[in-house]
């Protein structure tokens, strides 16, 4: 069964730091991994999908990477801003049925 | 994009009612439909998997009689919360599947704030 882990659970960072959202997966047969945003009590926005034959996806100032091998994907975003503060939920699915595992996401804040 | 439309976003009822949450894939057919629930603090869990016509498949832990899920349509699942206790209060979301079979894709609905009093 695959289990998601996310590091740290929150994050507080001035703006303009760049940083980076630690996910890790027990199962290293995955069939994709993506990232999510979640804003207080709103639903789930999509922002970057890796699938299992991929190294990274870049959004922008996003930039995903997934290393199957050692079960770890990070989340790096850069010269963040206010408006990035949600918490980032990453989480894997294991087959192309799209049922996912979710991490506990982490808390971002960006402060001003 | 694909748009999943979710009602209502908040609700709030007594305990013992029951209540019914909607999801629409709009200008997409979702031949599977997610639901999932998250606590406060706590990350989203899957509650059950449903495909269209179908009987959903529930997770480990989750009442099928409570929480009736209905997928009739390609473009509509429901979930209704039957005889809700304040502890079913959660926020409720569900996701489609859609696109090409070889990108499919998962599009979430906005999310359901659900009070038990």
């Known amino acids: 069964k695959q289990e998601v882990t996310q590091i740290p659970a929150a994050l507080s960072v001035p703006e303009g730091e760049n940083l980076v959202l630690n996910c890790s997966f027990t199962d290293s047969a995955i069939y994709n991994l993506q990232w999510f945003r979640q804003d207080p009590g709103k639903g789930l926005t999509s922002l970057l999908l890796?699938?299992?034959?991929?190294r990274e996806q870049t959004s922008g100032r996003l930039n995903a990477s997934l290393d199957k091998s050692s079960g770890r994907s990070t989340l790096y975003i850069a010269a963040s801003q206010p408006g990035d503060s949600a918490t980032y939920l990453c989480?894997?699915?294991?087959?192309?049925?799209?049922?996912?595992?979710f991490g506990g996401g982490t808390r971002l804040m960006v402060k001003p | 994009g694909a748009v999943v439309s979710q009602h209502p976003s908040w609700v709030i009822c007594k305990s013992g009612t029951s209540v019914k949450i909607e999801c629409r894939s709009l200008?997409?057919?979702?031949?599977?439909m997610f639901w999932y629930r998250q606590f406060p603090k706590q990350s989203l869990m899957l509650m059950a998997t449903?495909?269209?016509?179908?009987?959903?498949?529930?997770e480990q832990g989750v009442e099928k009689d409570k929480f009736l899920i209905n997928h009739a349509s390609l473009t509509l699942s429901t979930l209704t919360v039957t005889s809700a206790h304040p502890e079913d209060s959660s926020f409720y979301i569900c996701s489609g599947v859609g696109g090409s079979t070889t990108n499919e894709k998962l599009f979430f609905g906005s999310g359901t704030q659900l009070s038990v009093l």
């Open positions: 890796i699938q299992s034959s991929q």
């Open positions: 449903s495909n269209e016509g179908s009987k959903a498949t529930y």
């Open positions: 200008d997409f057919q979702a031949t599977t």
């Open positions: 989480a894997g699915a294991n087959n192309a049925g799209n049922m996912l595992t």
